[in-house]
């Protein structure tokens, strides 16, 4: 499996993007679907993970205003983000939970300006 994360780009805060993972095998093989993110000079943490299952998990920053999505048919995971704040500037970036080092694709950048 290959993963393209894509669907970034500058927005200003308040606003919504839309961020699509495309898997070049089937993602049924992932149980577990992550977007995670990384800003300059911090750690890449996980924003939201979906299960097969369509069972979510968001990280606190995010919960309320994010959304994951999967659609199995076109073998691809989304990320709807809305009322985006400055802090939510990084790569964003798909892949199995837990993180699975081999999977990492490019990655999508996200810039909210204030």
């Known amino acids: 499996v290959q993963l393209q994360a894509s669907g970034g780009g500058l927005v200003q805060a308040g606003g919504s993007l839309r961020l699509s993972c495309a898997a070049s095998?089937?993602?049924?093989?992932?149980?577990?679907t992550g977007w995670y993110r990384q800003a300059p000079g911090k750690q890449r943490e996980l924003v939201a993970r979906?299960?097969?299952?369509?069972?979510?998990n968001y990280a606190d920053s995010v919960k309320g205003r994010f959304t994951i999505s999967r659609d199995n048919a076109k073998n691809t995971v989304y990320l709807q983000m809305n009322s985006l704040k400055p802090d939510g500037t990084a790569v964003y970036y798909c892949?199995?939970?837990?993180?699975?080092?081999?999977?990492w694709g490019q990655g999508t950048q996200v810039t909210v300006s204030s």
């Open positions: 095998g089937s993602i049924f093989s992932m149980t577990v």
């Open positions: 979906i299960t097969s299952g369509g069972s979510t």
């Open positions: 892949n199995r939970w837990p993180r699975d080092n081999d999977l």
